[in-house]
T-cell receptor, first 115, second 117 residues
Framework: DAGITQSPRYKITETGRQVTLMCHQTWSHSYMFWYRQDLGHGLRLIYY???????DKGEVPDGYVVSRSKTENFPLTLESATRSQTSVYFC??????????????FGPGTRLTVL | AQKITQTQPGMFVQEKEAVTLDCTYD???????LFWYKQPSSGEMIFLIY??????QNATEGRYSLNFQKARKSANLVISASQLGDSAMYFC??????????????FGSGTQLTVLP
């Protein structure tokens, strides 16, 4: 039961560089989500996907791009990183696994620092 | 739009005592779900408990119970018999659960719980 994994776990980059955060789940869940966590804000939704090739914006999508060519992968790209994108990024998935089919399962997170 | 408010940035509780973490919400959705997640210092997000808006009974999962008061729009988490391992950040969250919804979560800002020996 590999679950949901994220890579890298830690990343330091410079302003203006492109960065891609990877997310992979082994449950064949239809829905996948990207959140960012900043102090004082809890987690905020960046993008989500209902299935392969179907994505939609969340609360804070600016500066991010997503794709989903395969059900199990949902990469998040920062096309030109800014310091305000320094954060912890969580990927999550939802599908027919939990008690209620409503709960989301989270990856371990990626801590991104933009210098 | 949905909004979650957690008014307790930090809470302290003595080991073996019960503690209530407050959560109020606002939504225009008729069908919604309420969740609590635990985030220990290691950083992972751990699902604790779920309550559907149409569930008549309060949800319970072991030492966790969710005190759901729909008219007051509150969904407080009660932890009974606190343990040192309960020290963590706790997030209340909600999502729409209507058919066809992605059920994306909206989170509160969290409550940092410290259990004292």
């Amino acid at each position: 039961d590999a679950g949901i994994t994220q890579s890298p776990r830690y990343k330091i980059t410079e302003t203006g560089r492109q960065v891609t955060l990877m997310c992979h789940q082994t449950w064949s869940h239809s829905y996948m989500f990207w959140y960012r966590q900043d102090l004082g804000h809890g987690l905020r939704l960046i993008y989500y996907s209902a299935a392969a090739d179907i994505t939609d914006k969340g609360e804070v999508p600016d500066g991010y791009v997503v794709s989903r060519s395969k059900t199990e992968n949902f990469p998040l790209t920062l096309e030109s990183a800014t310091r305000s994108q320094t954060s912890v990024y969580f990927c999550a998935s939802r599908g027919k696994r939990g008690l209620t089919n409503n709960e989301q399962f989270f990856g371990p997170g990626t801590r991104l620092t933009v210098l | 739009a949905q909004k979650i408010t957690q008014t307790q940035p930090g809470m302290f509780v003595q080991e073996k005592e019960a503690v209530t973490l407050d959560c109020t919400y606002d939504t225009s959705d008729q069908s919604y779900g309420l969740f609590w997640y635990k985030q220990p210092s290691s950083g992972e997000m751990i699902f604790l408990i779920y309550q559907g808006s149409y569930d008549e009974q309060n949800a319970t999962e072991g030492r966790y119970s969710l005190n759901f008061q729909k008219a007051r729009k509150s969904a407080n988490l009660v932890i009974s018999a606190s343990q040192l391992g309960d020290s963590a950040m706790y997030f209340c969250a909600m999502s729409p659960i209507s058919s066809g919804s992605a059920r994306q979560l909206t989170f509160g800002s969290g409550t940092q719980l410290t259990v004292l020996p």
